[in-house]
């Protein structure tokens, strides 16, 4: 029989922290938006779509589904299904974005790091594919082509997160460069964006970035992008920020985890959509003052029954847990004890009496601790942890 260990995928809890999200979104349209048309998301405006559509008030932000590193981790396949009626899908990778297309989906796309040589530009006309604008050598290879290409870009704004963007000073000439290449038939929608640096745990740092941004874009028309997990998730910050169109960028909290280190998924309604889990293949008893594992860093205080779990950090479960960390037995919470090995960890079977070889066991997700509860204990975020399941961890999409 194969290897008993298994990543199951949930798409419908992936549908439901859309739903969430949007539900989230619709309570700080203004009231004064009540009766404004009603947008029903339609699987011909959104892509794959799903059974029942929700209705979206036009004043609410539009929604990128942020699906990078293979949908965090869930597969690009499993996020399509879950995210069918998303207003747009947004990744790093073009090949992530050629198969949104080959599989059917038809809504827009948008790679968050752009394009980078020459020769991507085909195929981002091909597969209507939108893309960021963040340095001027992107505008330089989109000024040095000739062909009208009708590419919808956003260009960024460094508010302050001093990863990619144009400076604020730089930025009205950068947006200049690219109505430029508009009026040449080069680009098609030209919106502007910016990236919050600490959306989750800083609103005056926030703050000040939504003003470097208004400030730089006063006057401006076409599209904003501004919002990630944290900020979308925050009560009235999404409102207000653009008299246009605006795209919130949700990602990690799409996936069932929390943005925020003091808030766990489940106060916002999420539902984790992967689930790790494994099986005991050994038990046996560890006498008072033996150890447990490489390096012996566990220490048995007395006799004590251990479990064998058939996962390790070849696996993605990482190596740096340490002893105490969350995990649940045939339905029963205990702890990992000792160093995680490539193929195996050890478990305190305490708790869990009646626990055998066999006994199914839950690294996180549904009957399990949450992927954040793991996360925290091991020093990292719930992020790491989806995306570092590799691909020999046979997967089920449900």
């Given at each position: 029989m194969p290897r008993p260990i298994l990543?199951?995928?949930?798409?419908?809890?992936?549908?439901?922290?859309?739903?969430?999200v949007a539900d989230r979104l619709q309570q700080d349209v203004p009231q004064g938006n009540a009766g404004v048309p009603q947008v029903s998301l339609t699987p011909a405006q959104g892509g794959l779509g799903i059974a029942q559509p929700w209705v979206r008030p036009e004043a609410a932000p539009f929604i990128w589904a942020v699906i990078k590193a293979r949908g965090y981790g869930h597969g690009i396949e499993a996020a399509l299904a879950g995210f069918g009626e998303a207003?747009?899908?947004?990744?790093?990778?073009?090949?992530?974005?050629?198969?949104?297309?080959?599989?059917?989906?038809?809504?827009?796309?948008?790679?968050l790091e752009g394009f980078f040589e020459p020769d991507d530009l085909d195929a981002l006309v091909h597969y209507r594919i939108g893309t960021a604008l963040h340095c001027a050598e992107q505008l330089a290879m989109l000024e040095s082509s000739s062909a009208a290409r009708q590419i919808d870009a956003f260009v960024k704004l460094n508010t302050g997160?001093?990863?990619l963007g144009f400076q604020p000073h730089e930025f009205r000439a950068a947006h200049e460069r690219a109505l430029a290449l508009q009026a040449d038939g080069v680009l098609g929608q030209v919106g502007a964006m910016t990236h919050f640096a600490r959306a989750d745990d800083d609103a005056a740092v926030t703050k000040a970035q939504i003003d470097c941004f208004l400030q730089a874009t006063e006057g401006l028309s076409g599209p904003v992008s501004?919002?990630?997990?944290?900020?979308?998730?925050?009560p009235g910050l999404a409102a207000g920020l653009a008299a246009g169109p605006q795209w919130v960028r949700?990602?990690?909290?799409?996936?069932?985890?929390?943005?925020?280190?003091?808030?766990?998924?489940?106060s916002f309604g999420l539902r984790p959509a992967m689930t790790l889990s494994a099986q005991l293949i050994s038990v046996h008893r560890v006498p008072a003052g033996e150890s447990v594992g490489y390096g012996h860093t566990f220490r048995a205080p007395q006799d004590m029954r251990v479990g064998i779990v058939a996962c390790g950090y070849a696996d993605g479960y990482p190596r740096h847990a340490a002893t105490g960390t969350p995990i649940t037995v045939g339905g029963v919470a205990t702890r990992l004890v000792g160093r995680v090995s490539m193929d195996m960890l050890a478990v305190d079977l305490g708790p869990v009496p009646g626990a055998v070889v066999g006994t199914p066991v839950v690294l996180w997700g549904q009957g399990g601790p949450s992927v954040d509860e793991v996360a925290a204990a091991c020093g990292t975020i719930g992020y790491e942890l989806l995306t570092a399941v590799t691909p020999r961890v046979p997967r089920r999409v449900l």
């Open positions: 990543a199951t995928i949930d798409t419908e809890a992936l549908s439901h922290n859309l739903r969430t207003d747009g899908l947004a990744m790093l990778d073009l090949e992530e974005a050629v198969r949104c297309r080959e599989l059917g989906w038809t809504g827009p796309l948008l790679l997160m001093h990863r501004l919002c990630n997990s944290a900020a979308t998730l925050t949700p990602g990690i909290c799409l996936y069932g985890a929390s943005p925020f280190a003091d808030q766990p998924a489940d």
